[in-house]
């Protein structure tokens, strides 16, 4: 006998005298799975615990992946705030050296270089407006 199944109202064990020697988990207390000593119940058993290791395997997959999810934010939000320290570090720069330069041309050319670190661009310019020629 392969496998006996114990419904409702039924006595658990088969009335053939095999010795039943595993029980899956996983019914209700009334519709346990016996099985036989004739080998089919440790593959139940080990295909119970295969299956058990997926369902394990798929956690800690979406857990990884959420995790991945979160570091990669983390990284992005790292990145925010390393340009914006640059930006006021460049704004500070500009703003002490028109508080001490004296020359206009040594502050644009402060200016310019403060600007291409700022946006990482490759080349900037300031234009100035003259108020009388508009």
């Not at 058990?52 to 800690?60: D, P």
């Not at 999810?69 to 703003?95: C, G």
Request: proline fraction near 1%; charged fraction near 20%.
């Amino acid at each position: 006998m392969a496998v006996s199944f114990a419904g409702r109202g039924r006595h658990p064990f088969p009335h053939t005298g095999d010795v039943i020697s595993a029980v899956v988990w996983g019914f209700k207390k009334k519709d346990i799975i016996f099985f036989s000593d004739e080998g089919h119940g440790y593959a139940a058993v080990l295909a119970l615990v295969v299956l058990l290791f997926c369902i394990y395997m798929i956690t800690q997959q979406r857990n990884l992946s959420g995790l991945s999810r979160a570091l990669f934010k983390e990284k992005e939000a790292a990145h925010m705030l390393s340009q914006n320290v640059k930006t006021l570090s460049s704004l500070m720069e500009v703003s002490s050296v028109i508080n001490s330069e004296q020359k206009l041309s040594g502050i644009l050319d402060i200016i310019t270089k403060e600007m291409l670190i700022c946006f990482q661009a490759d080349q900037s310019s300031v234009m100035l407006l003259d108020k009388q020629s508009r």
